[in-house]
């Protein structure tokens, strides 16, 4: 690791960052990240729509509605405690409380995130022995930085972080994030984890609000295989003790909010690229909508179809199977109007396919990355989403014992 | 092809089949198969919901709305004549008239439906003069049934035939089906086409009700992969010409429709089973849902999902990702309420998952055929639905190029 031309998301002023073995993974691979903050910190959350929620879902939710503040963020792997009851809530505030002890916060200051398999009891008071020499070894160097997004994955490939800075009259802010994407645990369940931190100083108002917006365009723009864990979270924490904080009224609002979606969009990115086998990463741009539903309910159709997927996969060019797609979404349209374009070229037109030079359409396919263009002609909503295609090794690291 | 031994659509009195070449496939290999009845039937048919139609459906839906009997029903293979524009349209209805010339009917009694290629023009010109060598050849035999049945296919790898008798008073009737599954055609879009008849005196108006309700619980309930295409099509023929027709007030109607919908329970569990690559049949039994919409949302989830499909595929004993699809599936339930069985042993109760001993768990995951039990607890609506499991043969089939 090159740390030295790396960024980091120890590179947002005031926060440092561990990783280790807390005795979850058998094999001592590291199995905790904590992201620690020298001053407490306003937090937003964005959480699963999954109605099985892990304990660590319902453990921040708590202290996201009781308006709490943020020291540090635990991110441990292996089991998802979800599936586990009110032994399971149990277990995720143990942990909380260990953290809290060793860097002297209280409890509800601490936010834990698991990812891993799902209902296997935790039993946390197997590892809370192991957080002082886990918080021990915190700092808030580039390597720091990066090992702790190195342990956060579980089946990436590598590890996902972005750095972006604002300049304002005040000054410069820097927002940083690190991501771990929808692989498999050990092989289980899909499970997006964010942790982004700005020095920002912001109301806890105008934060949440910002993080829905920037989620919108980034995290809940992607789709891997179009599973939701019980565990998928974003949390975002600004550290910033200015009196004169941002809220929505601000004239910096707007280039905060803008910042922190390229983050996000780095970040969401990163993971649809680093999906389970994927070789191909497809940009669906939906324009011409009647609603926003509809054009949730199109790129939704496209991305989740496997046979869209395969084909891709395949590099054969086959605008019949995302016509069929569209045709299937149930969302308002006019064949007549349709209009759909892959990488540039015109599919479909005035109500019918139209033909593709064979030698472009090959040429199109061999692309690592590849647009599909969707104009309803009938509204102006519109949205761009990010997938991948569905591979042999996805089903490979999908259908592997968990024994 | 032991006819002597196999059922046939043919045991229905009256009906005729042939099958042949009319020059789509390259290769001259069979693509186009025909159903004839020796009196003209009243016919019921199902479609597709893709908001993209073939012309064979519009064609179709145009004679089910103009109350049409029917004399034929002409499957040809190979090209989907969808996303064709009005010469589609023209290409179906030359077909059509092609076939009525010959054996003596309107054009606008002869049903056209295919199968194929999306998008590519069909030039029925260059088809209709086989059309009358491909008459020639029908015949009443078994196996003129079964060589008919296979006409259909494409990926399938085997025919697909279901025939039953029902008892009533009035004596004897036969009711027999042939389908082709969720295959790829040279490899573009699978394609679900069925094809019944049987010799009942029975209303329009009768045996369109008969056909919705035996297609709720079979050819509606299966999932290979959770497309639909512009084509799918189930079309019923009735051919008996008794004055004394079946109506929904009839003390035999009950009758009919069990031993129709068992006809379409064979032949959707057919399709399932011969899914593309498919090496497991999973049946999915909904029950205590607060209404039938939120049941075929659970059931949707878990079947569409390739987390869950690719755990069957692997062998591997995976609650935790039936239970995350059943959550994110957006149907009303209460989570203490739920209960999860996979082939009779409890997996999720309690608002917990229960453990399952880990050789049981492997006993019940090498069987081929695998029942999932969902309890939501919070009504009484249910319904059962079958699927299969995601492959790397499915991969294999559906990247290949099209070219």
């Known amino acids: 690791m090159d740390a030295s031309s790396s960024i980091s998301i120890t590179d947002v002023p005031g926060v440092s960052c561990a990783s280790g073995w807390i005795g979850i993974k058998r094999d001592e691979r590291p199995d905790a990240a904590l992201f620690i903050c020298d001053h407490e910190a306003v937090f937003a959350g964005v959480f699963t729509t999954n109605q099985f929620r892990s304990a660590c879902v319902e453990s921040s939710l708590m202290r996201l509605h009781g308006g709490k503040r943020v020291r540090a963020v635990l991110v441990t792997s292996g089991n998802a405690n979800a599936g586990t009851g009110l032994a399971g809530r149990a277990d995720t505030e143990l942990l909380a409380a260990g953290v809290a002890k060793e860097i002297g916060c209280q409890a509800d200051e601490v936010i834990v995130l698991h990812t891993g398999v799902i209902g296997v009891p935790l039993h946390a008071e197997r590892l809370t022995p192991r957080l002082s020499a886990l918080i021990q070894s915190a700092g808030s160097s580039r390597v720091a930085g990066m090992e702790a997004a190195t342990a956060m994955m579980t089946t990436d490939t590598f590890p996902k972080t972005s750095v ?240």
Do not use: W
Not at 171 to 178: A, N, R
Not at 316 to 339: K, Y
Not at 347 to 369: H, L, R, W
Not at 372 to 401: K, P, R
């Open 164 to 403: 972006h800075t604002m300049q304002t009259a005040k000054g410069s802010f820097v927002i940083g994030g690190v991501a771990k994407g929808a692989g498999m645990i050990h092989p289980r369940l899909a499970t997006m984890l964010s942790v982004i931190i700005t020095n920002v100083s912001i109301h806890p108002v105008a934060l949440q609000k910002a993080l829905h917006q920037a989620a919108k365009t980034s995290f809940n723009a992607i789709s891997v295989d179009g599973d939701t864990s019980p565990n998928d979270s974003v949390i975002l924490l600004a550290t910033g003790h200015d009196e004169d904080v941002l809220t929505e009224e601000s004239p910096e609002y707007e280039v905060f909010i803008e910042e922190l979606t390229n983050v996000c969009q780095d970040l969401a990115k990163m993971i649809v690229k680093d999906g389970e086998g994927a070789t191909k990463f497809i940009e669906i741009a939906v324009t011409g909508g009647a609603s926003d539903d509809d054009v949730e309910r199109i790129a939704h159709a496209v991305s989740t179809s496997t046979l869209v997927k395969t084909a891709f996969y395949g590099e054969d060019f086959n605008p019949g199977r995302i016509i069929s797609a569209i045709g299937r979404a149930g969302a308002h349209m006019d064949i007549e109007q349709l209009q759909v374009k892959i990488s540039e070229h015109m599919v479909f037109a005035d109500g019918a396919c139209t033909p593709v030079d064979e030698q472009i359409a090959k040429e199109v396919m061999s692309q690592a990355e590849i647009m599909v263009a969707i104009n309803l002609g009938v509204g102006d909503c519109a949205g761009t989403y990010f997938t991948c295609d569905l591979t042999h090794d996805y089903v490979q690291i999908n259908s592997e014992y968990t024994t």
